[in-house]
């Protein structure tokens, strides 16, 4: 991983998330709030790719200085544009309602054999994945037992990710990346091969990876080293700083 300051490349979209890459313990500082400002003033569109839920992306989409939102780890976007809110979802409201069928099983069975763990604050506005919190409501939980969270998600056939503060669960072969390419493509009109020239992404945790991997202008903030053995694809540039004063470096070598 390269220092950001080596960072000289010119960008139309920065794909971001949010959780520990723009915040710092739960809270969106000053200073990541006025970079987003300085990255849409200067026309660059700026989209959140978060493992938050439907509830967050609607005032986020609706709210920040953003071009849309990619949420629950690539379940859907929403954007709002022109008075108008699109949202385009990974699967129709009846495949949604069965597989949230599906995930409140596996909710009852991850709170009975993991002790410690709970659902996320925010699980009552999500519509795609189930939440898991192992360390942002409550104490934080060792590695394994954040693995076995992973393993009962996977045994019943879901995918789960990791995140700075939660694993989420989900059924369906989407993730980040997915979404974020369908989104470009979309609502801008920007192909898959064209978005490796155009966009950057800047993360923190292994859930990020698949950006890291594709992308290759991708950017994580200090903070990643808490993760960085679980990560294989790494990305190209480290910030000196953690969370939001982290992503302010990397506006800062954008903007230059």
Same mark, same amino acid.
């Given at each position: ?12 979209? /920065?794909?971001? +998330?949010?959780?520990?890459? %723009?915040? =710092? ?5 000053? &200073?990541?709030?006025? *970079? $987003? ?81 709970? /659902?996320?604050? +925010?699980?009552?506005?999500? %519509?795609? =994945? ?5 360390? &942002?409501?409550?104490? *934080? $939980? ?115």
């Amino acid at each position: 991983m390269k220092n950001i300051s080596e960072f000289s490349d010119s960008l139309r979209f /920065l794909l971001t +998330d949010i959780d520990d890459t %723009l915040t =710092d313990d739960g809270h969106l500082g000053p &200073e990541a709030y006025e *970079a $987003l400002w300085k990255l849409s003033r200067s026309g660059l569109h700026v989209i959140p790719v978060t493992g938050r839920p439907a509830g967050w992306c609607e005032m986020i989409a609706r709210v920040w200085p953003v071009s849309g939102i990619i949420g629950e780890n690539g379940g859907f976007y929403f954007r709002y544009h022109n008075k108008k809110m699109h949202r385009h979802f990974f699967f129709d409201e009846k495949t949604q309602k069965e597989n949230r069928t599906k995930l409140q099983q596996i909710e009852k069975e991850i709170l009975h054999k993991v002790p410690g763990c709970d /659902l996320a604050s +925010d699980q009552f506005c999500r %519509l795609m =994945d189930l939440a898991i919190d192992f360390c &942002e409501d409550v104490p *934080a $939980l060792p590695r394994s037992e954040v693995q076995k969270i992973v393993s009962i998600f996977e045994s019943h056939g879901a995918q789960a990710k990791v995140s700075s503060i939660h694993v989420n669960g989900w059924f369906g072969s989407y993730d980040k990346l997915t979404m974020s390419l369908r989104f470009l493509e979309k609502e801008f009109g920007v192909s898959a091969d064209e978005a490796k020239k155009v966009c950057g992404f800047s993360g923190d945790s292994p859930n990020d990876e698949p950006m890291f991997r594709y992308f290759p202008h991708s950017f994580a903030v200090a903070n990643i080293q808490n993760f960085i053995d679980q990560i294989k694809d790494k990305p190209a540039y480290i910030t000196q700083q953690r969370g939001g004063l982290g992503f302010t470096e990397i506006a800062a070598a954008i903007l230059k």
